[in-house]
Structure formats: structure tokens, C-alpha cells
């Protein structure tokens, strides 16, 4: 047995700046903290640029002083820890090239001024839709006076409510998190 101390993993950096605080980058411009990545920031820049920037970038000023960085740091460890024990999905997560992204609804009537939706708004409401549809098929599974045939009926249509939205799976990050309706085999 060795005195000599094993070498420990390097910590991770604790982040100065909050997830959602204005930046002032020397080359890129304004941006936003959208997220924490190992040592970097997770930063949104005009034209939906996504970069990642070292903590320890000293250039790059907070514009405001909104958010608690340690808030947001120990909110991310705990997210990371109950996802990797299956408490929370993880994988429900909006691929990154919609980061920042907005929704154009562009009326068919000329007089009718269009409605922009930011993508992650309409995300967090698409994973919502998901939850709900999920509980009500636990519901009706467990339910104890609907008839196999009634509950195999209901499940048909929560199956269906899937497959419409299939048409949003193109937003998720992994191909897991998929909406998956009734096959053909």
C-alpha cells in the first residue's frame, strides 16, 4: 500500500455567470447563458449562434445581474443525479440547433397580424402533453371498472394522440425521447 496520494478528478468550476443573465462576448457580441457544459457556458448569440465559452474567459462581462449561478449549478448537479437513478427523464431534452429558435404562425388572413412563439416554450408544452397523456394511460390501465376491451379501446386513441405527435419529434435531441405512435408490424 502506497502514502503516495492518488491524483483526484479535477472539479468542476463553479460558474459566475447565471443560466438566462446577458453577456457582453469581445468577438461574438450579446449574448445569453442558456446552459452549463463540464467547464463552459452554454451561450445564445445573434442568429441563433450556439457557442461554448470557458468560465474561466475573463473578456466575457454579464450585461445584468439577474439569476444565482450557485442556484443553477447545484439545480443541474441534482437534475444530473436523479436522472442517472431513472428519477427524472433526462432525455426529454430540445436539440440544440432549436435553442433560441422561434415559432412564425403566419395567418392566411392578410389583415391578421402573425403570433411568434419561442421554441422552447412550445417545447416545455409538447413534454407537457406527453406527461398528461402518459398519466391518463396509467389511469386507465389501473382503472378497476373498465373491461380489458374498454382499456385496450382507450389505449387505441392515446396511441393515436402519440402518433399525431410524431410531427414534433424532429425538435428532441435524442432519438430516444421520440414520439412513437402505432406501427406497422
Partial sequence: MSDTPQPQ???PRKPKLAIGQFVEHPQFGRGRVLDYEGDRYVVLFPGADVRKVAMTYEAMKPLDTRGNP???FLKMALREVLGDYGWIETETEMAPRWIG??????PGKE?????DIPLDVFFK????????LRVLEQKIN???SLSWEDKAELEGYITRCY???TTFNILFASRES???GQSKD
Avoid: A, C, V, Y
Avoid at 389583415?111 to 403570433?115: E, F, G, L
Fill in 111 to 115: 389583415d391578421t397580424q402573425s403570433k
Fill in 125 to 132: 408544452k409538447i413534454i407537457g402533453i406527453r406527461e398528461k
Fill in 101 to 106: 429558435g422561434t415559432m412564425r404562425l403566419i
Fill in 178 to 180: 421520440w414520439f412513437t
Fill in 70 to 72: 450557485e442556484m443553477d
Fill in 163 to 165: 402518433g399525431s405527435l
Fill in 9 to 11: 478528478p479535477p472539479r
Fill in 142 to 144: 389501473h382503472h378497476p
